[in-house]
T-cell receptor, first 113, second 112 residues
Framework: NAGVTQTPKFQVLKTGQSMTLQCAQDMNHNSMYWYRQDPGMGLRLIYYSASEGTTDKGEVPNGYNVSRLNKREFSLRLESAAPSQTSVYFC????????????FGQGTRLTVV | SQKIEQNSEALNIQEGKTATLTCNYTNYSPAYLQWYRQDPGRGPVFLLLIRENEKEKRKERLKVTFDTTLKQSLFHITASQPADSATYLCALEKGGGNKLTFGTGTQLKVEL
């Protein structure tokens, strides 16, 4: 039982390049989330998906797009990377949308130069 | 806007003592509050959830209190061990959908 799996673990991009961060969960959870974590800022929600087929913006969605490919997978795309997007990205999932714990992946450390 | 404050300074305590971490929040009344542990280079791991109508919750050596009047949660680790050394994050649910707003975390170091 792997839980939440993110790929890649590390990535270096040049400004303007695009990439997709992949996330998959094997717990049959309905809801999935993308957060970024920056020093001194805490985790901030980028996008979330309450259920398969739905996505919505979080606190810091600018510069990102998401796709809920199916119940298991939720990807995050950077169309034109900027240095301000240098961060650690975490995917999370939860069984429901109320009173429920979130399970996090191990993170993707992204550097944009 | 909603603000969550946790002690930014590291908390150093001796093994066997009780560690107490504080989470204060403003401009919001969350339905529940969660505590997570994060080790370096790893994702957060859920520890406890406490609802607005619960004053206290326990799990093994962990205890969480939730005072909605003071807008404060306290997180206690009793009989602390070096293995408890980590960063502890407070998170509030905001706007439904289990969307969490996190504090910046408090680093705990338990020394022998």
């Amino acid at each position: 039982n792997a839980g939440v799996t993110q790929t890649p673990k590390f990535q270096v991009l040049k400004t303007g390049q695009s990439m997709t961060l992949q996330c998959a969960q094997d717990m049959n959870h309905n809801s999935m989330y993308w957060y970024r974590q920056d020093p001194g800022m805490g985790l901030r929600l980028i996008y979330y998906s309450a259920s398969e087929g739905t996505t919505d913006k979080g606190e810091v969605p600018n510069g990102y797009n998401v796709s809920r490919l199916n119940k298991r997978e939720f990807s995050l795309r950077l169309e034109s990377a900027a240095p301000s997007q240098t961060s650690v990205y975490f995917c999370a999932s939860s069984e429901g949308t109320v009173n429920t714990e979130a399970f996090f992946g191990q993170g993707t450390r992204l550097t944009v130069v | 806007s909603q603000k969550i404050e946790q002690n930014s300074e590291a908390l150093n305590i001796q093994e066997g003592k009780t560690a107490t971490l504080t989470c204060n929040y403003t401009n919001y009344s969350p339905a529940y509050l969660q505590w997570y542990r994060q080790d370096p280079g790893r994702g957060p791991v859920f520890l406890l959830l406490i609802r607005e109508n619960e004053k206290e919750k326990r799990k093994e050596r962990l205890k969480v209190t939730f005072d909605t009047t003071l807008k404060q949660s306290l997180f206690h680790i009793t009989a602390s061990q070096p293995a408890d050394s980590a960063t502890y994050l407070c998170a509030l649910e905001k706007g439904g959908g289990n969307k969490l707003t996190f504090g910046t975390g408090t680093q705990l170091k338990v020394e022998l």
